[in-house]
C-alpha cells in the first residue's frame, strides 16, 4: 500500500494505491493545523511508504509515522498523475487555492514549466475572497458568473484591488452577475498567457480545484480554441491529481513492497 499525500494551501487530498491501482481516496480542509488533518486522514491506514507533494509537503517529517516516507514537487506531482489518467496528455494547466502551474509534456515527463506562486491573483484562494464579496459560497461561484453578460473589464486580479474595482464596478449600477463573469473572465486571460509561454499544445488536462468550476473551464475553452472532453481534459476528481502522482512516484520507482 502507498499513500499520497498532497497538502495545499486550502485542503489536503490523500490516494492510496494497491498493486497500482487506486483503492481508496480521501479529502480534508487544509485548516490552521495541517499536520492533525493529515493524520485524520491516515486514520486507520498502514500504507508501506508515503509520498507527499503541496504546498506543505515538508510537514511529512512531522507526522512520526513508522513508513518510509519521501517529498516530491507539485510539478513532478500533478504531471505524473495527469498522464496516468491522459497518456496523451501534451499541457497540463494546475490552479490549486494558493498558486497556478504550466507544463509541457512528452511522454509523460516534464519539458518546460512555468508557476506563479508568490501572490493568490488567478487562484482558488482569488476566487475564494471575491466570491465572498458577492456573498456567495466559492462553489457556486462559478455557475453565478455563466448568467453574466457584457462583462467589463477587470484592469487587475491582485485579489485586493480585484475587490476594489468590483465594489466601484456594483456602485456605478453594473450587474452582479457580469462583474463576476469579468473576474473569471480576468483569470483565464493570465492563465492562457501562462500557457503560451510553456508551449500550448493539445490536449490540455485541467488540474486542480479550480477545474471544478464550470465558467473557468468554459471560458479557457473559448480562449485557447478547444473542445472540452477533447482538447481540454478533465479528470474525475481533478484536485487529487497531485496526490495521484505522489503515490504513483513511489509505485513506479518498484518499492511498492506492502
Known amino acids: 500500500m502507498i499513500a499520497g499525500l498532497d497538502i495545499g494551501s486550502r485542503s489536503i487530498e490523500l490516494v492510496i494505491l494497491e498493486d497500482g491501482k487506486v483503492a ?24 508501506a511508504s508515503l509520498v507527499g507533494t ?8 512531522r507526522l512520526d509515522l513508522t513508513c518510509e516516507c519521501s517529498a516530491i514537487t507539485e510539478i513532478k506531482a500533478h504531471a505524473l498523475g495527469a498522464a496516468h489518467i491522459f497518456p496523451e496528455a501534451r499541457t497540463v494547466l ?40 458577492f456573498q456567495i459560497p466559492v ?7 455563466l448568467k453574466g453578460q457584457n462583462p467589463p473589464e477587470i484592469s487587475s486580479i491582485c485579489t ?23 473576474l473569471h473572465k480576468a483569470i483565464v486571460k493570465r492563465t492562457v498567457n501562462m500557457l503560451k509561454r510553456v508551449g500550448l499544445n493539445f490536449p490540455v488536462v485541467f488540474t486542480g480545484g479550480v477545474a471544478n468550476n ?5 471560458l479557457l475553452a473559448e480562449a ?14 481533478p484536485d487529487h491529481m497531485g496526490a495521484l502522482g505522489a503515490a504513483l512516484h513511489r509505485h513506479m520507482s518498484g518499492q511498492d513492497r506492502a
Not at 139 to 145: I, K, L, Q
Open 24 to 47: 481508496e481516496t480521501r479529502k480534508a480542509p487544509t485548516t490552521f493545523d495541517p499536520v492533525t488533518q493529515c493524520l485524520r486522514l491516515l486514520d486507520g491506514l498502514r500504507p
Open 54 to 61: 503541496g504546498y506543505g509537503r515538508d510537514l511529512i517529517q
Open 94 to 133: 494546475d490552479i490549486g487555492g494558493q498558486d497556478t502551474k504550466a507544463m509541457s509534456l512528452t511522454g509523460g515527463r516534464v519539458l518546460k514549466f512555468e508557476m506563479n506562486d508568490r501572490c493568490a491573483a488567478g487562484t482558488g484562494k482569488f476566487l475564494e475572497y471575491t466570491a465572498g464579496v
Open 139 to 145: 462553489e457556486e461561484f462559478g455557475r453565478y458568473a
Open 160 to 182: 485586493v484591488f480585484a475587490e476594489t474595482e468590483a465594489t466601484s464596478l456594483m456602485a456605478r449600477g453594473e450587474k452582479p452577475e457580469a462583474i463576476a463573469l469579468g
Open 214 to 218: 464550470p465558467c473557468v473551464l468554459k
Open 224 to 237: 485557447i480554441g478547444g473542445e472540452i472532453g477533447k482538447e481540454i481534459l478533465v479528470p474525475e476528481n
